[in-house]
């Protein structure tokens, strides 16, 4: 009897391959050198002056900003656009930033010419990196522009004239405000009011109409010095009316110096604004703890009870 025989199939195993080695590397930067980086910077130059350019001059464009979240802006501000414009290549982006800075710096000294400033900022550029591919140094090159400043501000300041009447106040802020007459005769309004060296503060109103309110008497950069001042609960204010006003150009730490002061208003039954170089020690002590209840401590004379009382340093300190 014969057994039939038994067949083996060996199958290939198959071949395991090793995962290939990724690497990514977001901290890798792209150098440019010489031409390159002057031209791929040039051309982010151009593409923001080119956006902001649109809006310079009374005839000037809108320009349509999409934002992340809410409705597009409409806007004719050029450090506005200025502000919004991100380009995708970095490259470009380098030199529309260069511009951005210009513009910026414009309006946070001068308040306004931020679109003119852009195109001259571009004209700059554009200049000084064709000087420099020609073979110029870019430290001469720098030299020489700001050399031209120099001569071209002292030109524009004796071209310059003064505005002073109320009539050429509304003409500037009406161009400012892109043609508003309404505006800029509520500016010019302003400004006659408050004088050239008053504040004015622009807020957002609760009606459908602009409204011009004024406020008589003087801002300083300083709040109180203690939060215990406060005596309204309308939020971190003090409002005193018809008040006593003690200036000090000292230090002032002990009660002594303050108390004819303090005897004065108490007397008058007014409140009492001290404005001194500082107010420490044991002076700013008691005010802050006895206000307004009667004072523990000793005086020379008797003072029955301390009116309201704030105080607050110099602008200068």
């Not at 500082?278 to 029955?304: H, K, M, Y």
Request: glycine residues 8%; aromatic residues 4%.
């Amino acid at each position: 009897m014969m057994q039939a025989g038994r067949v083996l199939r060996v199958l290939p195993r198959p071949l395991r391959v090793a995962p290939a080695l990724q690497c990514n590397r977001g901290y890798a930067k792209d150098l440019k050198f010489g031409a390159d980086a002057r031209v791929a910077m040039l051309q982010g130059v151009d593409i923001l002056a080119d956006a902001v350019a649109v809006t310079m001059g009374p005839k000037g464009r809108n320009v349509m900003i999409e934002k992340s979240w809410g409705s597009p802006k409409i806007t004719k501000d050029g450090v506005t656009v200025a502000k919004a414009v991100e380009l995708e290549d970095k490259n470009h982006n380098i030199g529309a930033r260069l511009v951005q800075d210009v513009a910026s710096n414009t309006n946070e000294q001068a308040g306004d010419g931020t679109t003119a400033a852009t195109v001259l900022a571009r004209t700059i550029a554009r200049e000084g990196f064709e000087a420099v591919s020609k073979g110029a140094n870019p430290h001469e090159v720098r030299r020489g522009v700001m050399a031209a400043v120099e001569v071209v501000v002292g030109e524009l300041r004796q071209l310059a004239k003064p505005v002073t009447t109320p009539e050429e106040i509304a003409q500037v802020a009406t161009i400012s405000a892109n043609g508003d007459r309404e505006i800029g005769s509520l500016i010019s309004s302003a400004m006659k009011t408050v004088g050239k060296n008053g504040v004015i503060t622009v807020k957002d109103g609760k009606t459908l109409h602009d409204e011009l309110e004024t406020i008589e008497g003087s801002k300083f950069d300083r709040g109180f010095i203690s939060p215990y001042f406060i005596n309204t609960n309308k939020g971190s204010r003090v409002e005193f009316e018809d008040a006593l006003v003690l200036f000090s150009e000292k230090k002032i730490s002990s009660i002594q110096q303050v108390l004819p002061a303090l005897e004065l208003a108490n007397a008058q039954r007014k409140p009492l604004l001290i404005i001194a170089e500082d107010i420490d020690g044991e002076a700013l002590t008691t005010l802050v703890i006895n206000r307004p209840v009667q004072f523990p401590v000793q005086f020379p004379e008797p003072v029955e009870e301390i009116s309201n009382i704030c105080a607050f340093r110099t602008p200068e300190h």
